[in-house]
């Protein structure tokens, strides 16, 4: 059965994907109560980055917003694999966007934009959530953007 989140997303032509291969030693998600935890989720596509570099250098601040709402379907796809059914997610709680960017680059917050609207979409009002966007010098694989999420369940 296809949750109410899924075909929202499916409204929005995306899909949950399979929950990405973590690239080192963790596990993609983590319930512990009522809460879930994922890991950082990288702008992974088909098993490949959607792009690698640096915002403000070879990545585009679009391209950049496109690899975070990649790295948000992933996250949702890590809460999906520990939960079964998105339809018990209460709320998301709490998003972290790091964004591998150049030293002059500050439009942080509207690459982490990517992200914050797909789980309005996703989630809907439930998907309203705190939200850190933080410029950091690297990232796994030279990802540019890495995605971490706390989501609250039923």
Do not use: W
């Amino acid at each position: 059965m296809t949750s109410a989140v899924e075909r929202r997303l499916a409204d929005a032509g995306l899909e949950v994907p399979t929950v990405p291969a973590p690239v080192a030693v963790y596990v993609p998600a983590v319930r512990t109560g009522s809460y879930v935890y994922t890991s950082g989720q990288l702008p992974l596509s088909a098993g490949e980055l959607v792009a690698t570099g640096k915002v403000g250098a070879e990545v585009t601040p679009q391209v950049a917003y496109d690899c975070a709402r990649q790295s948000a379907l992933n996250a949702i796809a890590a809460v999906k694999s520990v939960i079964g059914d998105l339809d018990i997610v209460v709320r998301v709680v709490k998003a972290t966007v790091f964004v591998a960017s150049t030293p002059d680059f500050t439009g942080q917050p509207g690459v982490a934009n990517g992200a914050s609207e797909l789980f309005g979409v996703a989630f809907g009002d439930a998907g309203q959530h705190a939200r850190s966007a933080v410029g950091v010098p690297v990232l796994p694989l030279d990802a540019p953007v890495e995605v971490e999420l706390v989501v609250e369940v039923a």
